[in-house]
């Protein structure tokens, strides 16, 4: 039996998260949506790329849930996206009420599922659907990080004009303006960028990688980014499927560590079948350990306006 991956939202992410999951071959798909005949639409479409590609994963798209029961993953995507002029933050309480309904839906029918977030505002989301799917912690878990650092990476690549294989690059905190790019911990074959860039460099690298998102918007001017977003959100899924212990950067709830508790802030995880299966620590500087705590506090503000 292969896997079965459900996306809610069947928009510019969740139909490109299909896409990379199919071609893939990583398991069956479910797109739901709630816009009548875009899933099914999407979904045959797919289909009918799979004889192309090669893969031979089944998929159906549905305005309702019952398809979706005893999903592995379910990929949440459903939501509002921002417009020029917006803020990740301007969606929250619409989202909130999009995400919050979906969870209900999706907990009830997969009950041993794990959820991955991806509607912003992103840190505010999972910790939501934390709340509202009575899961373990290890279960629900936020894309932004592997989108922020794989940003930052292309920047790096393209600066250096090497291959975005020969890059590592590590993004911590909220999924916002005040994320954390560490170029300490970002290599090329090994070797950190802060022995091969100016400080100049280095600074503007990071700064664009901040504003990766907000580039795109307003390039788009109707909408935000879904490629990278996809891939991401696919690497995950792969690593959770494939049981890889895969470290990679997610927003996962903190219970300490970093010295922050009950909140959900983007640090690096090791990735497999259990989910979260460890929140791994690295020693910041107390420049950068400043940065991760004002990222922490622009995360709590959200949250706490949720009152959740
Ligand atoms: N975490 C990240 O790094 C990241 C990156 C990119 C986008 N996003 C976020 O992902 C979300 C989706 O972005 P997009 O570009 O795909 O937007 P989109 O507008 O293309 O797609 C969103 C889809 O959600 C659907 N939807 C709305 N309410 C729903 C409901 N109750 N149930 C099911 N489906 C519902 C809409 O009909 C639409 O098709 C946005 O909130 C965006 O900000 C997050």
């Known amino acids: 039996m292969r896997p079965k991956i459900t996306v809610v939202g069947a ?83 619409k989202n909130a009420e999009i995400v919050g309904g979906v969870v209900e839906q999706v907990v009830r029918r997969s009950p041993n599922s794990i959820l991955i977030l991806v509607t912003n505002p992103l840190d505010a989301m999972v910790q939501l659907a934390w709340k509202k799917s009575g899961f373990p912690a290890q279960r629900v878990i936020g894309m932004a990080g592997v989108l922020d650092s794989s940003r930052f990476r292309a920047f790096i690549a393209m600066e250096l004009n090497v291959s975005v294989e020969n890059v590592h690059a590590f993004v ?26 100016s400080p100049e460099r280095v600074k503007a690298l990071c ?39 895969k470290i990679l950067p997610c927003a996962a709830y903190l219970d300490g560590q970093y010295g922050v508790r009950g909140l959900y802030v983007g640090v690096p995880v090791k990735l497999g079948a259990k989910g979260v299966e460890q929140i791994v620590e690295i020693t910041l500087q107390p420049d950068e350990q400043a940065a991760f705590q004002k990222s922490v506090g622009a995360v709590r503000e959200l949250v706490d306006k949720l009152k959740l």
């Open 172 to 197: 911590l905190g909220g999924h916002g303006d005040t994320m954390v790019p560490l170029p300490r911990y970002s290599t090329v074959a090994g070797v950190p960028i802060t022995e091969l860039l």
């Open 11 to 93: 928009g510019n992410v969740g139909a490109s998260v299909a896409q990379y999951a199919v071609e893939k071959e990583l398991g069956d798909v479910v797109l739901v949506d709630v816009i009548e005949g875009i899933p099914q639409g999407k979904a045959l479409d797919l289909a009918q790329a799979g004889p192309v590609h090669g893969y031979d994963s089944k998929l159906v798209g549905s305005n309702g849930y019952d398809d979706t029961a005893n999903s592995d993953i379910v990929v949440i995507t459903a939501g509002l996206a921002r417009k020029p002029g917006m803020t990740r933050d301007d969606l929250l309480f």
């Open 207 to 245: 700064e664009r990688t901040a504003n990766g998102g907000g580039e795109i918007v307003a390039l788009f001017k109707t909408g935000s980014a879904y490629y990278a977003p996809a891939a991401s959100t696919v690497e995950m899924v792969e690593a959770i499927l494939k049981d890889k212990k």
